[in-house]
């Protein structure tokens, strides 16, 4: 496994520029977006009943009430499909991109690999649960960029300029969180099947 921590201000800039130019597929891409917003949690009763996902405050902190639900309201597949068409999904990339800016490190990590095997995704997969776990005991929070990682061509231009070995598997905004926020619910080990 691999591990760099973005930090210099030349490598957060260059990091918030590429989010800034292609960070709106995250929006634009349907099929991405559709399955991105199928794990937004808008009730807390719904949050409880599927324990996964996020919800509204998880993402965007405190937010009243009317703009809770113009937000979902916005970010409905199909009503953000029309926006996109009008520029939002490039609106929305340079929000994203301003977090980015305003973060003290960007996290990647990486399989040695180009083509992992299964065996591979599976020590990814517990080296991540490990990393998490360990940032979180630290006080630390950690924010996916997966727009990074979800699409072949953008995981290969984000390797490309920042010199990352093998195949780049995790992106992440890692800092001391700005606000609390309630746990996310997760399922029991005991009803997850391998």
Do not use: K
Not at 105 to 115: K, S, W
Not at 154 to 182: D, H, I, K, S
Request: charged share 20%.
């Amino acid at each position: 496994m691999t591990c760099r921590h973005l930090r210099s201000p030349t490598d957060l800039r260059r990091f918030a520029t590429l989010v800034a130019h292609r960070a709106g597929r995250d929006f634009s891409d349907e099929a991405a977006w559709r399955e991105t917003h199928s794990y937004f949690r808008w009730t807390s009763r719904d949050a409880a009943t599927r324990r996964d996902g996020f919800t509204a405050q998880q993402i965007f902190g405190a937010i009243s009430p009317p703009r809770e639900l113009l937000t979902r309201a916005v970010l409905n597949p199909a009503v953000l499909r029309r926006l996109c068409r009008l520029g939002f999904d490039r609106y929305l990339g340079a929000q994203f991109a301003r977090t980015a800016r305003a973060t003290p490190v960007i996290t990647a990590a990486g399989l040695p690999v180009d083509a992992p095997t299964a065996p591979d995704l599976l020590t990814a997969g517990m080296w991540l649960a490990d990393y998490w776990l360990t940032a979180t005991r630290a006080g630390l929070a950690l924010h996916p960029m997966s727009i990074l990682t979800q699409h072949e061509d953008l995981r290969a231009e984000l390797q490309q300029r920042f010199g990352l070995p093998g195949r780049t598997f995790f992106v992440a905004r890692l800092g001391y969180p700005a606000a609390e926020a309630a746990a996310t619910l997760r399922h029991p080990a005991s009803t997850l099947a391998l």
